[in-house]
């Protein structure tokens, strides 16, 4: 079971600029717990996003050699691939690709079948540079607008996507939608029918459906996990009231009942959780 830490989807929407020295400092500290890869930034638009305009600044300083932890980094566009394809600390780059005509265009500022096109050319340039391109399917499991939305959809885009040599796809639940039935029936169809693709779930959940939506996905074969922790965050460019994150130290916890072997030092743990309180109390 792969667990990925998300501090970037947490601090996105927080008003507050959090200094760069403290997101360091901070990110240091995920990097020793021991998660499988931590998404740490954005090359996006700082006007749109300026809680993450020093994505670039926080690579110099982050110590890759306490850690196995692996780093993404969401782009929105070419030009922010471009930048994020030149640092060597990368290994992911990650897109939002929305199967909500809607949403597609409030978050990227594209149509889907621009957003097809710029996934197209991304995955070039991945491919180049020698990073990996991981798909976040957004509003996957249901959307707020009255975009149509089924399982056969999520599907479809599975099979055009997967022809730019893309291997990891993670289905977004971007505002905590989605329903048990759903998602035993996407990853219940998506992991047989493509075997040698990595499926995902990104949930976005209240407190008290986390662990319905974990063992859902869990039990359809699902494992590999987003979160953030102590559940905070959520898409600022979805809805004006934010569905926060799934908690990290939940997704810990449930790894730990199902036996799967994680690698996570508690102590590390406990002390990213204090600091992060610190980033969010200033």
Known sequence: MKIIECPRDAWQGYHPFIPTDQ??????????????????????????????????????????????????????????????????????????????????????????????????????????????????????????????WNPEIVMQWVEKLSQFGIKIFSLADTVGVAKTEDIQALFSALIPKWPDLEFGAHFHTTQDRWEEKTETAYLAGCRRF??????????????????????????IDFAKEKNELINIDLEALDQAKRMFLELISN
Not at 95 to 100: L, M, V
Not at 226 to 251: F, T
């Open 23 to 148: 997101k360091i400092a901070y990110l240091n500290q995920l990097l020793r717990v021991g998660f499988d890869t931590i998404d740490f930034g954005s090359f996006v638009s700082a006007t749109a996003m300026p809680q993450v305009s020093d994505t670039a600044a926080l690579l110099e300083k982050l110590d890759l050699s306490v850690s196995a932890s692996k780093l993404l980094a969401i782009v929105a566009n070419e030009r922010g691939a471009q930048e994020a394809c030149t640092f060597e600390k990368i290994t992911y780059l990650g897109y939002p690709f929305s199967i909500s005509e809607t949403f597609q265009l409030r978050n990227t500022n594209a149509t889907i079948e621009e957003s097809l096109l710029r996934v197209q050319r991304i995955a070039a340039l991945c491919e180049k540079a020698g990073k990996e391109l991981v798909i976040y399917l957004s509003m996957g499991f249901g959307n707020p607008y009255g975009d149509v």
């Open 226 to 251: 987003d979160g953030a922790l102590l559940g905070y965050g959520g898409c600022p460019m979805a809805q004006n009231d934010l569905i926060g994150n799934m908690p990290s130290e939940r997704l």
